[in-house]
């Protein structure tokens, strides 16, 4: 597989505002392993790069390409979501929930 475009996954991360333990956690690796990843040092694994694909809401394509244009991450109102974005949010959400749900599991197993 072709290295990824890390000043793109890098970007996106802090665009969304998401720290190294929450992608790590999503991941199901150390914070310090994920750093590796950050600073090229270490491949993302194919399952992982489809998990922050998903995450993202973006293509392997894109974060394999070798173009660094701007990303903005841009809201939309709530007027202007059509079916499929409501359904991208929902599914966001539950996401969301179910790895709420399991870092509290894990706490409990600790």
Do not use: W
């Not at 990824?4 to 199901?28: G, P």
């Not at 922050?52 to 293509?59: A, E, F, M, Q």
Request: aromatic share 8%.
């Amino acid at each position: 597989m072709r290295a990824i475009n890390i000043e793109k996954l890098k970007r996106l991360r802090v665009q969304l505002h998401l720290n190294t333990e929450y992608l790590a956690k999503l991941l199901d690796i150390t914070e310090a392993e994920y750093l590796l990843i950050e600073n090229n040092q270490t491949p993302l694994t194919k399952t992982q790069l489809d998990i922050i694909c998903k995450l993202y809401g973006v293509s392997e394509n894109y974060l394999l390409s070798e173009d660094v244009q701007s990303n903005a991450v841009h809201a939309r109102t709530e007027n202007c979501l059509s079916q499929k974005d409501e359904k991208q949010i929902a599914e966001f959400f539950n996401f969301q929930k179910y790895l709420g749900k399991k870092s509290s599991e894990e706490l409990v197993l600790r």
